[in-house]
């Protein structure tokens, strides 16, 4: 059973930091690209940075660029994606995804908050 499990979200102030982890189970992680999507009520989800199986590419969304850092571990088969100096608009749900070619696969999304 393919699964995406994100956690680290939660409420945190202006200027803080988050990080949040994507773990997956039940296909070949390393051969996967992983992405990570921010969905605020309205709007499409957007993503806001993407890493190569490898860990090699990676890119980020000019948004959070200089602010958020993405990682994997392939031996934990997780993805990671640091977050610093938040802002209130960084704020709604964050889902992974993993994508080769036209398998992709979404996590159910963990909510982030930054507010005072």
């Known amino acids: 059973q393919v699964q995406l499990v994100e956690s680290g979200g939660g409420l945190v102030q202006p200027g803080g930091s988050l990080r949040l982890s994507c773990t997956a189970s039940g296909f070949g992680f390393n051969t996967y690209a992983m992405q990570w999507y921010h969905h605020t009520p309205g709007k499409e989800r957007d993503m806001v940075a993407g890493i190569g199986s490898n860990g090699v590419s990676i890119l980020y969304a000019d948004s959070v660029k200089g602010r958020f850092t993405i990682s994997r571990d392939n031996t934990k088969n997780t993805a990671y994606l640091q977050m610093n100096s938040l802002k209130p608009e960084d704020t709604g749900v964050y889902y992974c995804?993993?994508?080769?070619?036209?398998?992709?696969?979404w996590g159910q999304g963990t909510q982030v908050t930054v507010s005072s």
């Open positions: 995804k993993a994508v080769m070619g036209r398998s992709e696969y």
